[in-house]
């Protein structure tokens, strides 16, 4: 009767046979590295694809916080813009736009005075126009407000627009709000904001005022809604007729959770500074404006005397204000500051005239501005 094969046996009359037919365990070797080596690439296609998911589900960053954004309720936070006038209204649509655009996922409030309205009676009916927009294309939820005047009877738009400003405390149904000067372009969006530690508020410093003050600004809050809070900022509002930045920092100047200004909180203006220690926060680094650009998430402007983008201006103005050439040697100059500054304004009023025709206030050319 033929005997079962022995793989103890195989093994032992192939290491004293000359005989080809016993090197067949050999093979059965080299098919097990072959089936371990099969088995790894099945493995390995098999991940493949979910890291390509993660990456772009979440292709803004690879940090280990976009792990974490697939088990978050969003629609426990929120963005948060307001709009007392025509100008300040399609702003804030721009950059609802821009958060669709960007696949930004918390939800968008805006509040707007109550003596507007979502009828449209007519083509002219701008305002009308964009709150639908608003509603139904960025999937924003429209929250009309009264704001009374100042107890002095002030009720100028400066105080008015700081006024609605503080309006997002009082929203308890979120657990974080982050509200947003409309006068920014936003380049990447701020999702990951909602997910540091708690704290009342989290703001930038003014870093272009240091060191003579170590004041926030209030281009860009992150807070904790709060009746108590809401009322606390109302009394303040109501008092001695103090802007938004000053009673944000009165209240919290020195308990915020301080975010850096590189990232969240650069301006227009420090392209055209000649020295940027207070940008860079040490004299060491070299500035280089295209790496600084590349690294925010959002750009202030602010070039005062320059008006804003959405306001038409004088092309001497503009020649005289923007940032110049500066000489490297040998007959060569470095531009870079000029062509990233003229870039935001030029990516703005493009977006504004083009995308936006219920927005088209400028009649300057985009085009024109270099």
Known sequence: MPRAFSPTKSR??????TNPKFQFPSILR?????????????????????RFSLLSNHGQSTDPLALRFTSINWSRYAYSQYATTSAHLC????????????????????????????DITSSRDRDSQLLVMARDKFKVKLIPVDIPSHQSGQNDGTYYASFAKFLAWDETDYDRILQLDSDVTMLRHLDELFLLPKAPVAMPRAYWKLPRTMELTSLLI?????????ERLMDEARGEGDYDGEILNRLYG????ILPHREYGLISGEFRSEEHKNYL???????????????ASLVHFSDWPL??????WPHNLIQKIMPKCKRKGKGEEDCRDKHVWLELYNDFRKRRRVGWILCSLCAASADDLG
């Open 91 to 118: 702003n804030s649509i721009m950059l609802f736009e821009t958060l669709s655009r960007l696949g930004s996922k918390p939800d968008r409030l805006l509040f707007y005075p109550s003596t507007w309205d979502t």
């Open 254 to 257: 020195n308990s915020a959770l």
């Open 281 to 295: 926060g040490n004299v060491h680094e070299v500035w280089d404006a295209e790496k600084v650009i590349s690294e």
């Open 307 to 312: 008006p804003k983008p959405w306001v038409m």
């Open 30 to 50: 080299r098919s097990r590295w072959l089936y371990l080596l099969l088995a790894f690439l099945a493995i390995y296609l098999w991940i493949l694809p979910a």
């Open 222 to 230: 992150l807070l904790q809604p709060s009746a108590t809070e809401f």
């Open 12 to 17: 032992r009359y192939a290491a004293h046979s």
